[in-house]
Structure formats: structure tokens, C-alpha cells
């Protein structure tokens, strides 16, 4: 078991995405995530439940567009993609506003591009700000 097993212990995954599913991603959206995020979706497409003390809803890769734009993100925090979040009032986001995207948390609530706080710069790097960090 490696350390992204043992922090998702305790995460109910989805069945895998389909291939087709996983290769119009960037078709679909027109960028790629940072490392690691689509081959988790091939393994799992979402799920969710605690890793470490926090709690991660991962959206199935299908539900992307949906999500984005039902909470609006191109209005209230353009250059960010919503992809999950904390069951509760804290999304988790691609910030595109860099060549290479990163991991970002923001408030659902209130949502700013001046709230956003870094969360890791690959997926691994991402499940481990959650299995670490303290709410």
C-alpha cells in the first residue's frame, strides 16, 4: 500500500470512468489537469468520504460542466474549475490562471478569486494537503 492508499482508507470510489470519458476531458474543457487527477478518474471517477480528517467529495468527471456552471464560476471566479469539494461550503478548483494548473481551495459562499488559497500543485500533492491540513 502506498501513501495515497493509506490516506484514502477511508474514501468510498466510484467505479472507473470510462476511457472515452477520461480522453474528452480536454477536448471537452481545453486544458489539463494537474498530474495525477485523470488517472484517479480512470480508477475511480469520484467518490467520497474523509482523507485524514478532511472530508473530499470528488465529482464524476461527467458532472463537471454541470457543477461549473450551476455555482457560476466564470462569473464569480473566472480562471478556476471547480472539480469537488467539502461536502460542505469549500469548493475544490483548477486554477488556470497559470501555464501549469493548480490546486485550489475557495469558499461556495462568497466566491472570489481573492479567497482562493493554494492547495497543491499535483493530485498526490493535493490528497496530501488534505490528509495533513486541520480545519
Same mark, same amino acid.
Given at each position: 500500500?502506498?501513501?495515497?492508499? @493509506?490516506?484514502?482508507?477511508?474514501?468510498?470510489?466510484?467505479?472507473?470512468?470510462?476511457?472515452?470519458?477520461?480522453?474528452? #476531458?480536454?477536448?471537452?474543457? &481545453?486544458?489539463?489537469?494537474?498530474? $495525477?487527477? !485523470?488517472? #484517479?478518474?480512470?480508477?475511480?471517477?469520484?467518490?467520497?468520504? #474523509?482523507? $485524514?480528517?478532511?472530508?473530499?467529495?470528488?465529482?464524476?468527471?461527467?458532472?463537471?460542466?454541470?457543477?461549473?456552471?450551476?455555482?457560476?464560476?466564470?462569473?464569480?471566479?473566472? $480562471?478556476?474549475?471547480?472539480?469537488?469539494?467539502?461536502? &460542505?461550503?469549500?469548493?475544490? @478548483?483548477?486554477?488556470?490562471?497559470?501555464?501549469?494548473?493548480?490546486?485550489?481551495?475557495?469558499?461556495?459562499? &462568497?466566491?472570489?478569486?481573492?479567497?482562493?488559497?493554494?492547495? $497543491?500543485?499535483? #493530485?498526490?500533492?493535493?490528497?496530501?494537503? !488534505?490528509?495533513?491540513?486541520?480545519?
Amino acid at each position: 500500500m502506498d501513501m495515497s492508499d @493509506a490516506m484514502l482508507e477511508e474514501f468510498d470510489k466510484n467505479a472507473a470512468a470510462s476511457g472515452d470519458v477520461v480522453e474528452h #476531458f480536454a477536448s471537452t474543457f &481545453g486544458f489539463n489537469p494537474p498530474p $495525477g487527477y !485523470l488517472e #484517479f478518474m480512470r480508477l475511480s471517477n469520484g467518490g467520497e468520504g #474523509f482523507v $485524514g480528517t478532511r472530508y473530499l467529495t470528488l465529482w464524476p468527471l461527467e458532472q463537471l460542466r454541470e457543477h461549473n456552471e450551476g455555482y457560476e464560476v466564470k462569473r464569480y471566479a473566472p $480562471g478556476l474549475f471547480l472539480f469537488g469539494s467539502n461536502g &460542505g461550503g469549500e469548493a475544490y @478548483a483548477f486554477d488556470l490562471r497559470q501555464a501549469e494548473p493548480s490546486i485550489v481551495s475557495v469558499p461556495l459562499v &462568497g466566491m472570489a478569486l481573492k479567497e482562493v488559497r493554494p492547495s $497543491g500543485a499535483t #493530485f498526490d500533492g493535493f490528497l496530501a494537503w !488534505l490528509a495533513t491540513s486541520q480545519r
